[in-house]
């Protein structure tokens, strides 16, 4: 299956401590997207990269959340001094520029817990 | 007042029942919409699309839009147990975020024997 991988699929961390997601998605694709989804709501949009180039940022992502792509492959997540108010799931997709326009195929998440 | 609207349910129907979900939108700058289908603990799949006012068959599944009203809808017939997960709404426009979508809260549905 060579679909969006995601990784670690589940994370428990403290308030206070870094973590950092993973997202390789489907290797023509040259658009990736994060999402945040949590409990009962839609997914909700945070960033998205064409190759390595950050082009869009949303104002939920905060000083405290970056976003890499440094080969325009695989991209990171990190949060830092997590809150609890981060806990959700964090939606990781791809797609190739040209494509439907609505067409994103997402990964499973990383669902973060912050105790 | 949200870009989107959804009644996010639960709605529960027996099997063989013909499902209805709908969405609302505020923006008519809107152009692109979708439905994707969201298993417990998955991430969501495109289910549908469509980019024009009237009606889009695929199988089981008919998604409608009206421009006019703003108003987004999917008909599930036949439903199956299968069919059970969340059903989110999903709608994008043109803008330098490409495929950058605004959905739904979703609605959860329940396909019972």
């Known amino acids: 299956d060579t679909g969006v991988s995601q990784d670690p699929r589940h994370k428990i961390t403290k308030r206070g401590q870094n973590v950092t997601f993973r997202c390789d998605p489907i290797?023509?694709?040259?658009?990736l997207y994060w999402y945040r989804q949590t409990l009962g709501q839609g997914p909700e949009f945070l960033t998205y990269?064409?190759?390595?180039?950050?082009?869009?940022k949303s104002r939920l992502l905060s000083d405290r959340f970056s976003a890499e792509r440094p080969k325009g492959s695989f991209s990171t997540l990190e949060i830092q001094r997590t809150e609890q108010g981060d806990s959700a799931m964090y939606l990781c997709?791809?797609?190739?520029?040209?494509?439907?326009?609505?067409?994103?195929?997402f990964g499973e998440g990383s669902r973060l817990t912050v105790l | 007042q949200k870009e989107v609207e959804q009644d996010p349910g639960p709605l529960s129907v027996p099997e063989g029942a013909i499902v209805s979900l709908n969405c609302t939108y505020s923006n008519s700058a809107f152009q692109y919409f979708m439905w994707y289908r969201q298993y417990s603990r998955k991430g969501p799949e495109l289910l549908m699309y469509t980019y024009s006012s009237g009606n889009k068959e695929d199988g089981r599944f008919t998604a409608q839009v009206d421009k006019s009203s703003k108003y987004i809808s999917l008909f599930i017939r036949d439903s199956q147990p299968s069919d059970s997960a969340t059903y989110l709404c999903a709608i994008s426009g043109k803008s330098r975020g490409g495929n950058k979508l605004t959905f739904g809260t979703g609605t959860q549905l329940k396909v019972e024997l």
């Open positions: 290797s023509e694709h040259n658009r």
């Open positions: 997709a791809s797609t190739e520029a040209g494509g439907p326009p609505g067409e994103l195929f």
């Open positions: 990269f064409q190759n390595e180039a950050q082009l869009e």
